[in-house]
Structure formats: C-alpha cells, structure tokens
C-alpha cells in the first residue's frame, strides 16, 4: 500500500543507514579526543583541539541532514499511508451489510476506534519503528567493525558482554512500559465509573448518591492499588539488575583493558576508543528491542485494520451485474415463505415461514406486539438483511437481482428515531436527492408540514441542527426526515413507528404529511398506536413471525373476539381509558 512513496522510502533508509553511520563514528572521536588530555605540547593540544571541534560541527551538520531525510521522509510516507488506509477502511465500512454492525465487537465506538488509532500505528510501524530498526542496524554492524578494527582483544570481550547490558537497558525500558500499561488496565474500571457518574451527574445530584458513587469508586482503586505495589517490587527489582549490569560492564571493561595495557597489547587511545564505540551501541540496540512491544501492538493493529479491508461484504451494494432500474419501479412487494433470525442472535427465530403481498401504490399497516417481527420486515424490504430461508420479490424480480444500491434510489425509509447530521435544516433535507433545487427543498418542507417552523427560524433553512439533531424537537426532527423523504420521491416508502415517540400535537401535523405523502407509493408502515393506521388498505397482524390476519380496518374488526385485531384495539382502548 506504501508503493507510490518507494522514492520517499529510499531516501528515508539513506537519511536513517547516514544518521545509523554517524553515531560510531562519533563514539570513535570521543575515544580518540580524550588522548589530547595526556599531550604535554601546548601547541600540539591546541591543533588537535580545533581538528576534534572541525569534527564534531561537521558531524553535527551531517546528522541534521540525516535526521531531516530519514524523519521528513518516512513522515510524508507514513502520513499517506494513513490516508489511504482510513479512506479504505471507511469505503469498506460503509459497504458492508447491517448484520455486521450488529456484533458487539463492531460497534460504531469500536469502528471509529479502529480508524482514529488502529490506522495510525499502522503509520507508527512502518515510518517510526522501521526508520529507527534499519539506524540500529546500521549503527551496531559498523561499530563491531570498527571496535574490532581498533582492538580485538578488548573488543570481543566488550561484545560477548553486550547482551547483558542490552538486557538490562531493554528490561528497564520494557517494565516501564508494561507497568503504565498494567496500571492503566487496572484503572479503567475507576475511569469507566468515573465517566459514568460525570456523564450522568444529573441523576446522581437527584437521588443524592454522591457518597454512593465515591464509595464504588474508591472500591474500583483497592485492585489497581495491589497492582501497583506489585509492580513496584518488580520495578525496583530490575532498575537494581539494570544498573548493577551497566556499571559491572564497564567495571570489567576497564579491568580487563588494564590487564592488556600492563602487558603493552593496548594502549590507552585504543580503549577509550573500543569503550566508547561499544558502550553506545548497547543503548541503542537496547532502545529498538524495547519497541518490539509496540511492534507486537502495531502487529496486532495490522491485522485488526486487514481484517477490514479484506473483508468482502455478504450483501454486495454495487452489483456490476445487477438489475438497474432506470426510471423508476412499480412498487410491488411479496414476501414468499420468509424464515429470518439476526446473525448476532440465531437461537431466536423472528420470522417463520411468513408470507405477504404488498399490491403496487397500496398502503399495507403491519400491527402486532413487541416483538413479533414488524420492524424485521421493514429491514428486509431495504435488504439490510437477507432471509435464511424464503424470497423476496420487487415488481416480480428477486430482491438479490437488484443493483441494491441502485434500488434503495426508489426506496425511503423514515424510522422512529429520525437520524439527522450536524449540518443545516439544508444540508439534512438534501440528504434525499444532491442536485435538489431551492423550490424542491422548500416543496418538500411544506408537504413534511415542516417549512413553517423552519422560517419561523432566525436562520431559517441554515439553521444549525446540532450533533443528531440535538437543537430540536422530537416533532421537528421527524418532520425533517420527512421532508428527506418527500424530496426522494420514492416508489416504496417505509415507515417504521414514524409518530410514536411524538405527542398528540406534533403526531398530527406528521401524520397529515404521512397522508399527503402516502397517495400514489406503496407504503409500509409499522404502528403501535393503531389510531393511526385505520384508514390503511390493508392491515396485516403479525405474530410469532406469522401473518395471522390481513384486511382492512373494519374486515378485521368484523371477526370479533376471536380476532387478534380486535383484542389489540380492544387492549389499547382499555389503556386509554
């Protein structure tokens, strides 16, 4: 994904392999400067002093030009990586069918999550982790080479000790980390009640429960508290072994470099040179072990972001080979045999063997208790889901032989929590048809009985909605999503509880726009209040996933007791009363 920016990439290495080069060789002149401590010639000390000051500026010019390549570069690199791996990721998301939406570890906190974090470490990996591997690399084989090269002896001792130094940098690095990182986990059920309580003060300040609140939260702390003191002895422990380890090393080095200048192998300019080379390279490699946590966790974000943008998506929206529809479609629904359960629940059958005709501009009511499977239907008719077992035919023609995407133009849908964006009244109507013009939009307002409150407005159509609509009321919003839907002028019009969280008043003025929109769509429309629904073509009762009785109003109430219509209007006439 990364191979448009191969000449980023390669600039990069070149910027990290100099900058990984620069780091011996200036561990090799700091060796060699401290030899101008033991000259007993002025003017000697003096030259010698200005060529090791020409060395370091010239070293510290060519590491700011490393260091700009390597990090500028990988940067640019890793930035359009990102880019393109969250608008992959989104395009994906927005492709794949509801079912997946549905399991708890998709939720859309989870799904922003992965796109906020997951697709940055993914940035993190490839730019800052690969850039600092490859300059450790580079750094640690040149200072062997060149420790080797300035006394073997001392330096295949220094070198057979390096791991225990490594081990004591990487082990000091790496419990520093685990501990944050344990410490957090073990703090996140405080946090999450803390959160709560934040989020919910109102309730907590009208039931007085803030000793309560304080008490739990303090209860949450007692594990994170043992956690920590764990931890501690733990920690104490390896900075003890950490710096015991660093110090013995250099003890033994001097030691030992000692022992070979008495027997005239060494001389002093040469061990201060070997030191120096391989005392650094222990940090560093040291510093690229302790990200193999973080490689591990980028590792892990890898797979998390493949696992998206390798998905293929059960209900595929863009179908090459699907039935187009050009101008529009009749609007004739049929329901053959529909046996249908929720992926994330498939112990729980919600449709069994259900069958219903939808004639083309009727409206058909579907009534029922909770639960019996009205809403499903709705879900199914938009094709958010497929059924397991049975068909459903548009206009005669399998649902699955549809371009869905294509499909869904002809198909609105207004649920009992309308969904409205942060945007303008505008923007949120337009949401309906793109190219709408201003006569259309404000066409669709009046009929969604919605363009007299929006003038009344100060803004008027500009008016800011808030984040889901917060800026408005239940009855504006609905009347809102309306007008989205009037304006999309569809052929089949679903409308699922569309006034039942509303009251009497803002209920009538959705309902007279309901009426108006109604004529000439086939409508399905999923009611409580069964007020509402009278004046319907048909009425169709669900229960247990089954059509039980279909007619209209008064053929229903015609059975009489034994009908299941009449017991609910019955039932919901009691509760009036």
Known sequence: MNAPEWKRTLLGCLGAAGFGTIQPVHAYCLGSMISAYF???????????RFYCIIFLSLGVLSFIANLLQHYNFAIMGERLTKRVREKMLENVCSFEVGWFDQDENTSAEVCARLATEANMGRSLVGDRMSMLLQVFVSASVSFVFALAVTWRLSIVMIAIQPLVVASFYSRSVLMKSMSGKAKKAQNEGSQLASEAVVNHRTITAFSS??????????????????????SWFSGLGFFSSQFLTTSAIAMTYWYGGRLMNKGLLNYKQLFQAFFILMSTG????????????????????????????RKTEIEPEDPKGIQVRKTIRGRIELKNV??????????????????KIEAGKTVALV?????????????????YDPFKGSILIDDQEIKSYNLRNLRMHIALVSQEPTLFGGSIRQNIIYGKENATEAEIRKAATLANAHEFISSM?????????????????????????????????AILLLDEATSALDSMSESLVQEALEKMMVGRTCVVVAHR?????????????????????????DLLAMGHQGSYYSLIKLQRGHSH
């Open 283 to 310: 940090k560093n490699i040291a510093d690229a072990g302790s990200m193999t946590s973080d490689l591990a966790r980028g590792g892990s974000a890898i797979r998390s972001v493949f696992a998206i943008l390798d």
């Open 39 to 49: 000259i007993n010639n002025n003017s000697e000390l003096k030259s010698q002093t």
């Open 339 to 356: 046996s249908f359960y929720y992926p994330s629940r498939p112990e729980q059958m919600i449709l069994q063997g259900l069958s219903l």
């Open 210 to 231: 803030q000793e309560r609140i304080l008490d739990l939260f303090a209860a949450t702390l007692k594990g994170p508290r043992r956690e920590s003191v764990k931890q």
């Open 530 to 554: 069964l007020s509402t629904i009278q004046k319907s073509d048909s009425i169709a009762v669900i229960n247990n996933g089954k059509v039980v009785e279909q007619g209209s109003h008064s």
């Open 368 to 384: 029922g208790q909770s639960g019996s499977g009205k809403s499903t239907i709705i879900g199914l008719v938009a094709r958010f």
């Open 458 to 490: 100060k803004d008027g159509y500009e008016t800011y909605c808030g984040e889901r609509g917060v800026q408005l009321s239940g009855g504006q919003k609905q009347r809102i999503a309306l007008a989205r839907a009037i304006l999309k002028n569809p």
